[in-house]
């Protein structure tokens, strides 16, 4: 195995990982300058509720490798709870990386073998951005309203001055 150094990142920068660290027996758990604190665990929280025949989830917090698993969870049992599909609220979340978007492409991989949507209600800058780089943010946008729903309605055409 080699060792690698870890230099220290400048503020508002993280590691694309968190290591392990584990107590040797008889070792100070204490940090000391040779042995860096342990990064604190990542916050999610997410909170649902229906609203109509859809099921809305609110997602705070970061999105990453470690939280994606519990979101998921949270996304697909909402998904079974709906008639329709899923919203899903990402104005809170300050992560966004590929393990969240995994998710939710899942989640609509599931959804439209059922027959529900998904779509994604004001996303973060730091969501935007991803589904804007990879492409995605189509995918979750809410569907179109078909075109003979409309065609039954007379609609008159805007008058001119």
């Known amino acids: 195995m ?8 400048e503020p508002g920068h993280r590691l694309p990982y968190r290591p392990i660290h584990e107590a040797t027996p ?3 758990a204490e940090p000391t300058p040779s042995r860096p604190s342990p990064a ?8 649902s509720y229906q609203e109509g025949p859809r099921k809305v989830v609110v997602v705070r917090g970061e999105v ?43 989640l609509r991989r599931e959804a439209l073998a059922h027959g529900k949507t998904v779509t994604v209600r004001s996303p973060s800058r730091m969501v935007r951005r991803v589904l ?9 946008l809410p569907p179109r309203p078909c075109r003979r729903a409309t065609e039954g309605r007379s609609v008159t055409p805007p008058s001119r001055p």
């Open 40 to 47: 604190p665990s990542t916050t999610l929280i997410t909170d």
């Open 132 to 140: 804007t780089l990879t492409g995605t943010s189509p995918l979750f």
């Open 26 to 28: 008889g070792a100070s």
């Open 64 to 106: 990453d490798y470690e939280t994606a698993p519990a979101l998921s969870a949270v996304l697909h049992e909402a998904l079974r709870a709906s008639a329709e599909g899923v919203d899903v609220d990402l104005s809170g979340v300050a992560f966004w990386d590929c393990s969240g978007l995994n998710a939710l492409l899942r």
């Open 2 to 9: 080699h060792a690698r150094e870890v230099s220290s990142l």
